[in-house]
């Protein structure tokens, strides 16, 4: 996972064409990393900065855990 995936996943913009799947509508126009939330994710002052690659990691893990586990 990327830095801008994990910050749409916080609040994801709208859908893109008709046929888009993803989790779309929780704010017009392109979301999060549209308004700079990934810049947001890499200020120190979130306390975030540290973290973030751990936390992607983390979260790429899972996703390998959960495919394997229902695929």
Known sequence: MTPEAFAD????????FPADRAVVGA???GGDVAV?????????ATGLTDLICALLAALNGHSLTYTADTA
């Open 9 to 16: 996943t916080i609040a994801p913009g709208e859908q893109r």
């Open 36 to 44: 700079g939330a990934v810049e947001l994710l890499k200020t120190p």
């Open 27 to 29: 704010a017009e126009g």
